[in-house]
Nanobody, 115 residues
């Protein structure tokens, strides 16, 4: 059984930084895409960033230049370094793994950015 456990969320002032981590346990098909999504109150879940097995990355326009996604394949862990945070980054952040056959999701970690 695959489990994803996120950590690193919290409250931060605008302009600050946070790093989210997501550790995956269990047998996961490879290659796969690991990603971070977020869902703000009253809004749909949106892709923030994703990283492929070959370390190719993609970012939402709203976070380009501020967020960096990385992965440690040996630890089945994906990270999201967030800097220059804005109040509009406030959301619950979810990590995911897409294998093509099945998608896995974490429970989410809340990030609140105060102005």
């Amino acid at each position: 059984q695959v489990q994803l456990v996120e950590s690193g969320g919290g409250l931060v002032q605008a302009g600050g930084s946070l790093t989210l981590s997501c550790a995956a346990s269990g047998s996961i098909l490879s290659p796969n895409v690991m990603g971070w999504y977020r869902q703000a109150s009253g809004k749909q879940r949106e892709l923030v960033a994703a990283i492929l097995s070959g370390s190719r990355t993609t970012y939402a326009d709203s976070v380009k230049g501020r967020f960096t996604i990385s992965r440690d394949t040996s630890k089945n862990t994906v990270y999201l370094q967030m800097s220059s945070l804005k109040p509009e980054d406030t959301a619950v952040y979810y990590c995911s793994i897409h294998t093509g056959a099945v998608d896995y999701w974490g429970q989410g970690t809340r990030v609140t950015v105060s102005s």
